[in-house]
């Protein structure tokens, strides 16, 4: 399932990230990696989602949320 498939409140683990290499060490160096707990906070309505990433809040936009396998819905 990807990220901007998770609804508001949901957590979820991220399983695999399908970006290009800069965005990915980017998102890897604030925390985001594979096996992270992640939890939405918002969506908004251009797609992009609000997240809490091991207590820290980030704003990814739809093309990033969308690249973005993540499992485990809670």
């Known amino acids: ?15 695999q990230m399908e970006l290009p290499l800069a965005t990915m060490m980017r998102l890897k160096a604030l925390g985001m990696t594979n096996g992270t707990m992640v939890k939405v906070l918002n969506k908004k309505k251009s797609g992009s989602l609000i997240l809490s990433v091991r207590g820290t809040r980030l704003a990814l936009g739809s093309r990033i949320t969308e690249a973005i396998l993540v499992g485990g819905v809670q």
Do not use: R
């Not at 399932?1 to 399983?15: A, N, P, Q, R």
């Open 1 to 15: 399932m990807k990220l901007s498939e998770t609804k508001v409140g949901g957590v979820v683990t991220v399983k």
